[in-house]
């Protein structure tokens, strides 16, 4: 690896252009200030610019980085040479889901504390569940037909029954926000009920019997988290949450 922050000056290559202003030249230019570069900026500002650079230097995309007179990249590969993770299209990672119940649970926390001055209440957790199926729900709900293709790689009943892959977001959408209002649960829990339950079954057998390797649609069509132990526990959350209220 080059030597690190060496003569601390950096020379930046990156599309301004009236229709185009690359993100990636941005972070760049971001992460070389913040590493207290000094910069040398200059701006593509056409696509005959933008070919000739690209030419000259045989690169296929833009931003491109020098340091000491040495070619670093362009914006993942600069990150690489300060030390950092480069995101990978293709890497799999849980960092969705666990964003999606982090909100959850501190939304929950908000709402316990308005509603009820406490911040840990019996009610707190209920929210969280709820809340967590909604915000799981909006992401489905963004593409179904996408999420309907992932879903129907391991669900055992969207298999049998392809209608119950585009329902299934709406289901989940309808238990949470009545389980929030705490409304008609005589409709919320058969439903969180049902298809946690089916969600459940679905996972184990595919990844704990079958034993394969899949992608989970918890988050929507787009995501790359692995079906696992996290997408049995959004299950078995809905489980628990509608046999809690059975029996509340």
Known sequence: MPSMNRGREAVLYRMVMPGHLCPFGLKAKDLLRRKGYAIEDHWLETRAQTDAFKAEHGVDSTPQVFI??????????????????????????????MAVFAVAALMALAASWASLGALLTLRTLEWFIAFSMCVLAILKLQDVERF??????????????VPYAYAYPFGEALAGILMIAGALLWVAVPVALFIGSVGAMSV?????????????ACVG??????????????????VAMAVWMLFR
């Open 68 to 97: 000491g007179g040495q070619r670093i990249g362009g914006y993942d590969a600069l990150r690489e040479y300060f030390g950092q993770p480069a995101a990978k299209p293709d890497e799999k990672s849980y960092t969705p889901v």
């Open 148 to 161: 309907s293709t992932m879903f129907l790689g391991y669900d055992l009943l969207a298999q049998r029954y």
């Open 204 to 216: 184990f057998k595919a990844v704990y019997i079958d034993k394969r390797e899949l992608r989970c």
């Open 221 to 238: 069509g787009s995501g790359n988290v692995p079906l696992g132990f996290i997408s049995l526990t959004e299950n078995l959350m809905m």
